[in-house]
Nanobody, 125 residues
Framework: QVQLVESGGGSVQSGGSLRLSCAASGSTYSRYCMGWFRQAPGKEREEIVS???????TYADSVKGRFTSSQDNAKNTLYLQMNSLKPEDTAMYYC???????????????????WGQGTQVTVSS
């Protein structure tokens, strides 16, 4: 089992940047696939970054080129660098860990078993 704690959210103006962190504990998180998800008010939760246990990474079109995921295995920490933020990026952001993947023709998804508590990102215009 793994516990996940996100941090780094906040309020920024459009065009600004934030870096989210996801600290994992309780298990060697490198054994899991990982994902970054977000949920805006009134919308369904969406996966924006999916990472295999071997660190292959895929991004949703909505964040591709602006967001970058990285990890520090020594610290058991996953990061999400978010640049060129837009008001539509406003959401609660979650990291998640899973033990299985779903593969399809154009990519893959991590299927989460564990979730962090989330961190709020608000982007004003």
């Amino acid at each position: 089992q793994v516990q996940l704690v996100e941090s780094g959210g906040g309020s920024v103006q459009s065009g600004g940047s934030l870096r989210l962190s996801c600290a994992a504990s309780g298990s060697t998180y490198s054994r899991y696939c990982m994902g970054w998800f977000r949920q805006a008010p009134g919308k369904e939760r969406e996966e924006i970054v999916s990472i295999t246990s071997s660190s292959r990474t895929t991004y949703a079109d909505s964040v591709k080129g602006r967001f970058t995921s990285s990890q520090d295995n020594a610290k058991n920490t996953l990061y999400l660098q978010m640049n060129s933020l837009k008001p539509e990026d406003t959401a609660m952001y979650y990291c998640a860990a899973g033990t299985s993947m779903k593969y399809y023709s154009s990519g893959f998804h991590c299927l989460p078993n564990y979730w962090g508590q989330g961190t709020q990102v608000t982007v004003s215009s």
